[in-house]
């Protein structure tokens, strides 16, 4: 199933959300514990600070327990649990033992953005196969940029009676319209502030990347190297040829 992406005007909604943490480096990586940051991977993390970048690594378990801490306190009641991808997932993966989660209805649902260079054309999903209706739902995804992505599932789910109790992410950037729509219950571990340059897109800047999203961006966005080549390294290939060595041995050793 297709399902075309919502655009909203900024300038037209308001601010309203919770975050615990704020983070002014201008390069951030979400460690999902996918691949191991050996001393290969931490080469490619200097490259880019190289570039001139302030990179900081942040652990997805650290964010994990600060969300499962936030929807503790905040006594909201759910029957469900979405994750958002294989980002969502990955999150999941680090609190799903905790009691808070204990027989509740869990859906890892597909929920890919389709790219046409570095356009969006919309998500492609297989939320319907799952017929998902009057629930209360936790909504988990593992970082958050323009906020589109969680915004248009939500407004999918809520037309069919389900209701959103909590959206809850590790990283969200500042500048994200989610932040911006008067949802109170989106909770972020961590706010990524924007930079200081206004004119910058907020989906691509500050550059916020899961380690998955790094190392394999390409499988779901054909061009994504290309267009990380051209926004954060001046059309320089030195990062994109050092990340893909590195992944075709990672590939052999598997």
Not at 52 to 67: N, R, S
Not at 153 to 166: A, F, G, H, R, T
Not at 180 to 202: V, Y
Request: charged letters at 30%; proline letters at 2%.
């Amino acid at each position: 199933m297709l399902v075309k992406e919502k655009k909203y005007n900024i300038a037209d909604l308001t601010y309203d959300s919770n975050h615990l943490l704020k983070n002014n480096n201008n390069f951030i990586i979400l460690d999902d514990k996918t691949i191991e940051i050996d001393e290969n991977v931490k080469k490619i993390f200097s490259l880019i600070e190289s570039y001139g970048y302030k990179l900081d690594i942040v652990d997805i378990e650290q964010m994990a327990e600060i969300i499962i801490k936030r929807v503790k306190e905040s006594n909201i009641v759910f029957d469900s649990v979405i994750t958002v991808g294989t980002g969502g997932l990955q999150l999941y993966k680090s609190i799903k033992n905790n009691p808070l989660l204990k027989d509740k209805n869990i859906y890892n649902i597909k929920w890919n953005r389709l790219w046409q260079k570095d356009k969006s054309l919309g998500f492609e999903t297989d939320l319907e196969k799952y017929k998902i209706s009057n629930k209360t739902i936790l909504l988990l995804e593992d970082v958050i940029a323009s906020g589109n992505t969680l915004w248009t599932l939500k407004e999918e789910l809520e037309s069919s009676n389900n209701k959103i109790q909590m959206v809850a992410c590790a990283l969200i950037q500042e500048s994200s319209s989610l932040l911006r729509k008067s949802f109170s219950n989106t909770f972020s571990s961590m706010m990524i502030c924007k930079p200081s340059t206004e004119e910058l897109d907020p989906f691509w800047y500050p550059p916020i990347y899961s380690l998955r999203h790094l190392f394999y961006g390409d499988e779901e966005m054909e061009q994504f190297y290309e267009t990380l080549n051209e926004k954060y390294f001046n059309n320089d290939k030195l990062v994109e040829t050092n990340i893909k060595a590195l992944r075709r041995s990672l590939n052999d050793k598997r």
